[in-house]
């Protein structure tokens, strides 16, 4: 065994050794806990596999599945669990119609709670495990049926194990009484597991560090899913881990006009919120700076929330921009996500998995109100939204994201504020103009550098975005009815306006 496999016990859950700074040290005690349906069994088959991988012996004792349960449940996420992980099982003969196998069956009930113990021990002794999981300690604390035996029985198991070089991991259901505490002060850790029923979608599951003792750990919430495979956990996003050193730059969108009105394009490695009512092109505006990065040769990824990717593709298409041409030939990576089964952990890192694995330069997340849906709340929205943000420019990512604003002329309301988050914010609206409804942009802020302040008018046509020249003839075109103050009329002038596309 070499010296890092001595320190550290790896889990075997993706993800979860990020959270632990490695896995559960070696030759301790460790406490897993969560109410039933939360994951524990799978979690503790997944570790007792990752050190069967290692040519460990690793021992499973249950107090309330049965083997064929045990293996069943293996099976579900395809592992097979072989001679290196042995199971020892204390439930009822009742359950085996066989009697010549209730020979080493007990009823766990039936037993005073030392002998339950010494039946452990000698499991233990007789398996010389590297790796132990006991599961339930519910069923101990009902032998017990006193805090202070059932404090000195869980000593009892600590002390025993502490002699030899065995990683110990309890598992707990919470169904006994919950607010007992009495494991947490004796193991070396204590690994909590949560399972959420939100109004709509699916459960979400999250998990963490309470106590550790000697080792710093990932603190707070970290989502996890449990999928065929087993459970995968989704560290929580810390921006200033993640920091690549790039060469600041201005790009293009790919438009002269838009370029001027950003004062030269958008930096590298920086944010730009696109935000107005719906209608008004702001996924438009986006996939156009993915076409610009998509011709310079970069690659780029698009997360889409709100539309479905074949009414997308073939909407964008005849504005120029051949969007399932560019997956096809592997330079974009775009899917469609459902925010009532995605969690905001899930979706950090499959944006992280795009930067890292496809070399994604430019990301899109068309909008902040779909990723809003799978949100807890409004202040959980704003602090993922700040990490990830934060990461992708230290990678030097250029990000684009859509917020669909409430009404379509005047007082415009937005379900979430994230403008200051942003480096650079560019409103989009409608105006009123000659019997007409236009569209105007402008940019409202950009920390990066100087931009126009000026407004422009802009249409979306078979050829995709035009800009206009800035609209210095008229005042409140940001109010939606702008007065006409000069003396001709700079409004774009196509021959095909009926053909409009929205």
Do not use: W
């Amino acid at each position: 065994m070499n010296e890092v496999l001595s320190k550290k016990a790896k889990t075997g859950v993706q993800g979860l050794d990020d959270i632990l700074s490695g896995g559960f040290t070696r030759r301790h005690v460790f406490l897993l806990e969560g109410s039933p349906g939360t994951g524990k069994t799978t979690i503790a088959l997944q570790f007792l596999m990752e050190g069967a991988e290692l040519g460990e012996r690793c021992l499973y004792i249950s107090l309330s599945e049965t083997e064929e349960e045990l293996r069943d449940s293996a099976l579900s996420h395809g592992i097979e669990i072989d001679e290196r992980v042995e199971i020892f099982e204390l439930v009822p003969p009742e359950s085996l119609l066989d009697a010549d196998q209730q020979q080493s069956l007990l009823y766990s009930s039936d037993l005073e709670l030392g002998e339950t113990t010494k039946l452990i021990f000698e499991a233990f002794e007789r398996v010389k495990p590297a790796r132990v999981v006991i599961d339930s300690l519910s069923e101990i604390r009902l032998l017990a049926q006193s805090s202070l035996r059932y404090r000195r029985q869980i000593l009892a198991l600590k002390h025993f194990f502490s002699r030899s070089d065995a990683t110990v991991l309890l598992l707990d259901d919470m169904t006994a009484d919950h607010m007992d505490k009495t494991v947490h002060s004796v193991v070396h850790g204590v690994l909590h597991l949560e399972q959420l029923a939100p109004d709509y979608g699916a459960e979400r599951r999250r998990l963490r560090v309470i106590k550790y003792r000697g080792q710093s750990f990932r603190g707070g919430y970290h989502d996890f899913v449990i999928r065929t495979g087993g459970v995968m956990a989704f560290p929580r996003l810390r921006a200033i881990e993640h920091r690549l050193g790039f060469e600041r730059s201005t790009l293009s969108s790919g438009v002269r006009e838009l370029d001027d009105l950003l004062g030269g394009g958008v930096e590298r490695g920086s944010s730009t919120l696109l935000i107005g009512p719906a209608g008004t092109g702001k996924s438009l505006f986006a996939l156009q700076f993915v076409d610009a990065a998509v011709k310079r040769g970069e690659k780029a990824a698009v997360f889409i929330f709100d539309e479905e990717l074949g009414l997308l593709f073939s909407r964008i298409k005849p504005m120029g921009i051949d969007l399932e041409k560019m997956r096809d030939d592997d330079l974009i990576h775009i899917e469609q996500l459902d925010a009532a089964e995605l969690s905001p952990g899930e979706f950090a890192q499959r944006v992280r998995d795009r930067v890292a694995s496809f070399d994604a330069k430019t990301v899109v997340i068309d909008s902040v109100n779909g990723y809003q849906a799978s949100m807890p709340e409004e202040n959980a929205l704003i602090l993922h939204v700040h990490e990830l943000l934060q990461y992708l420019n230290r990678q030097g990512t250029n990000t684009f994201l859509t917020v669909a604003q409430h009404g379509l002329v005047g007082d415009m309301k937005s379900p979430v504020d994230v403008t200051y988050l942003a480096d650079t914010v560019i409103l989009l609206r409608y105006f009123e103009a000659v019997g007409k409804v236009r569209r105007a942009v402008s940019v409202i802020k950009k920390r990066t550098g100087k931009h126009e302040e000026t407004i422009r008018e802009y249409r979306i046509g078979e050829g995709g975005l035009t800009l206009g020249e800035p609209l210095s003839d008229f005042q409140g075109v940001l109010r939606g009815v702008p007065t006409f103050v000069g003396k001709s009329q700079p409004l774009l002038q196509n021959p095909e306006e009926d053909g409009d596309h929205s």
